[in-house]
């Protein structure tokens, strides 16, 4: 006997017609035609069902704050950081977790259950941290909330940030973080991430750094990032956000640049919805378009996963916290419209996003945590294609969230005719 049972579900990989059977929140049968029954069967109907999906970069603390004090008028980078800095001292406990629980169930609603979210530790108070600490044992049935002590303000630049980082490591933060584009200069930007990384190897901890966000074909922090990994023995510990310098640099320099990030095991996430929005603001035309090499990063046998980044604040006015938009997007800025590449962006979003943030039991196979999400679509491009109602969201075996399949009905000639889009 079954807790659940989903019947006749496509999965990503492409197989269709699979039941997958679940007991004690794992999922104990993948195959067709699974025999016995279940306190609940959910009848796929063909309909893709895949492992939830997973946003590998995310501000959290900051999110749902659009136009406090004001808005980002330039739509800079630098901008978002200088109005999240005058907005900074008048943040609340109880605001943040505010913000943070109905971004939360955003996220639910669209089928995403792990979050990896930076938060700012340049703040006497620490308010973000403890907040962000309560939402995460709070949501941990529900979603897993990954947090990075995020110095936004420099770790060497902002005169009290080792001690907060050190201090909010010590509470229970998850992952180092670092900004190496935002020290002054390079040489400062290169030290921040040897003592970040010796940090991280001193604690046992992942390292995901703010890395090369800018459009400066010179910058060369993700070099001193690898360098560091392979030196201190941290290789699949480490992630380097945005890369955007990636997308201007010389290709000589990047084609010695990818091998040595492979062999350090690192992960590169880009975040296209903001990669494309912030960066190239300083060209006329042609304008960069500032994503970092996705599709070659790739094909060098390095791990990229998608983050969304930002939802409604300072730095972007924008988004529901819908991975399958910013998969869409990243498709789009990366020119990845051959079949493997757009499963590669699905992948972004999913499998490759839960290796980044080395998440246990992921995946659909006998073992794994029952987290799966069924969608208003056939397959993975159907999915970025339609970007289609999480009809349901299962956490640990149970249903968490539910959307009814979304069906127009066009009244033509006295007739009136479905229209869902699939084909
Ligand atoms: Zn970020």
């Not at 901890?205 to 010179?218: A, G």
Request: charged share 25%.
């Amino acid at each position: 006997m079954f807790d659940l049972i989903l019947r006749g579900a496509n999965l990503p990989d492409g197989r269709t017609g699979i039941d997958i059977g679940i007991k004690d929140k794992r999922i104990i049968a993948v195959e067709t035609n699974i025999a016995g029954t279940a306190a609940r069967e959910i009848d796929a109907k063909g309909r893709l069902v895949t492992p939830p999906f997973i946003d590998s970069h995310f501000h959290m603390d900051s999110t749902l704050s659009l136009g406090q004090p004001r808005l980002n008028e330039s739509g800079t980078l630098l901008e978002g950081i200088q109005l999240w800095s005058e907005l900074k001292p008048h943040l609340t406990v109880e605001a943040i977790k505010r913000r943070a629980r109905e971004l939360c169930r955003w996220a639910i609603a669209k089928g995403t259950l792990a979050i990896r979210s930076h938060v700012d530790i340049c703040d006497d108070r620490l308010l973000a941290v403890d907040a962000l600490l309560e939402i995460r044992a709070e949501m941990a049935p529900y979603l897993d909330l990954q947090l990075v002590a995020f110095p936004q303000d420099g770790y060497l630049r902002h005169k009290s940030a080792a001690a907060k980082l050190t201090r909010s490591l010590d509470m229970g933060v998850d992952v180092v973080g670092g900004i190496a584009n935002f020290e002054r200069g390079v040489a400062a930007g290169a030290a921040s991430v040897k003592a970040l990384c010796e940090i991280a190897a001193e604690r046992g901890l992942m390292v995901d750094m703010h890395c090369d966000e800018s459009d400066d074909p010179l910058s060369r922090h993700i070099e001193s990032l690898a360098l560091e990994t392979e030196r201190l023995g941290l290789k699949g510990r480490v992630t380097g956000s945005h890369l955007t310098s990636m997308h201007s640099m010389d290709n000589y320099y990047v084609s010695k640049l990818m091998p040595l990030m492979r062999e350090a095991g690192i992960h590169a996430v880009a975040n296209p919805l903001i990669n494309i929005t912030l960066q190239g603001r300083h060209d006329s035309y042609p304008k960069r378009r500032g994503m970092t090499r996705v599709k070659e990063l790739l094909a060098a046998g390095i791990n990229v996963a998608f983050g969304h980044d930002c939802v409604m604040d300072p730095w972007y006015s924008l988004g529901s916290h819908d991975m399958l938009e910013v998969a869409h997007m990243g498709l789009h800025v990366g020119q990845m419209t051959g079949i493997a590449e757009m499963k590669a962006c699905f992948a972004a979003v999913t499998t490759n996003a839960a290796k980044a943030l080395r998440l246990d039991g992921y995946g659909i196979a006998p073992g794994c945590h029952a987290d799966l999400v069924m969608l208003q679509a056939k397959d993975p491009v159907e999915a970025l294609r339609l970007r289609p109602a999480r009809l349901a969201v299962i956490r640990r075996g149970t249903v968490i969230a539910e959307t009814q399949p979304v069906v127009s009905h066009v009244n033509l000639a006295g007739e009136s005719i479905a229209v869902d889009f699939s084909r």
